[in-house]
C-alpha cells in the first residue's frame, strides 16, 4: 500500500519496457496512488485496492519516490497514473542547473505524496521522447494531467515549479 493510504495499481513491467534483469523480484508491483472503486459480488460499491494480476514481473514506484524513465515507458506509467497529477523532470548528466534541482526535485516527491514524480535522461537513447515533447532546454519539468501535459517550466526556478505543481493539484 503506497505511504500517503491511496489504492495501489500495479502494471506488468514488461508493458511499461522494463527487463527483468533491473527487478528486484517477480512479485515487485508499480506502485501508483489511483482511486478505484470495486464491485464485490455483494453489489455494494466499496473504495480499495485495483491489482492486476500477471504472472509478468513488475517495477516498483513509491510515494515519495522519483523514478527514471526512458522513451518505451515514459507515456504507460503515464498512463497507469490515470488521473493524478505526473511531474517529469528532463534532463543531461553534464547539466550544472540540473544537478542543483535533483534533489529538491526528490525534495518535492516527499512532500506530495499524490503527484507522480518522473526524470528522464535527455541522452541519444531517449531522443525520440525528447523530440515528441519540444525540449529545447534542460533542465525543463512538464506537469501532466490525465495524460495531457498542462504546464511546463524551464531552467532551474524551483519556485516556479512548486507553484505550478500546486496549482495543477488544486485544479
Known amino acids: 500500500m503506497p505511504a500517503d493510504g491511496s489504492a495501489p495499481f500495479s502494471i ?7 527487463s527483468s534483469r533491473f527487478l528486484p523480484s517477480p512479485s515487485s508491483h508499480l506502485w501508483l496512488s489511483k482511486d478505484v472503486s470495486l464491485q464485490p459480488r455483494s453489489g455494494r460499491k466499496q473504495s480499495g485496492a485495483c491489482r492486476a494480476r500477471c504472472s509478468l514481473e513488475t517495477a516498483i514506484v513509491s510515494a515519495g519516490q522519483v523514478m527514471e ?10 498512463g497507469a497514473a490515470g488521473d493524478k497529477t505526473v511531474v517529469l523532470d528532463m534532463y543531461t548528466q553534464w547539466c550544472g542547473p540540473c544537478k542543483v534541482m535533483a534533489p529538491k526535485f526528490q525534495n518535492l516527491s516527499e512532500k506530495y505524496l499524490d503527484v507522480v514524480f518522473l526524470k528522464l ?11 515528441e515533447l519540444g525540449i529545447r532546454v534542460v533542465p525543463t519539468f512538464k506537469i501532466l494531467k490525465d495524460s495531457k501535459i498542462v504546464k511546463e ?11 505550478a505543481i500546486e496549482t495543477v493539484r488544486s485544479s
Open 12 to 18: 506488468p513491467a514488461q508493458k511499461i519496457g522494463f
Open 153 to 163: 517550466v524551464t531552467g532551474a526556478k524551483f519556485d516556479d515549479l512548486a507553484l
Open 121 to 131: 535522461d535527455c541522452n541519444h537513447e531517449n531522443r525520440p521522447l525528447v523530440k
Open 69 to 78: 524513465v526512458n522513451k518505451d515507458n515514459f507515456w504507460p506509467i503515464v
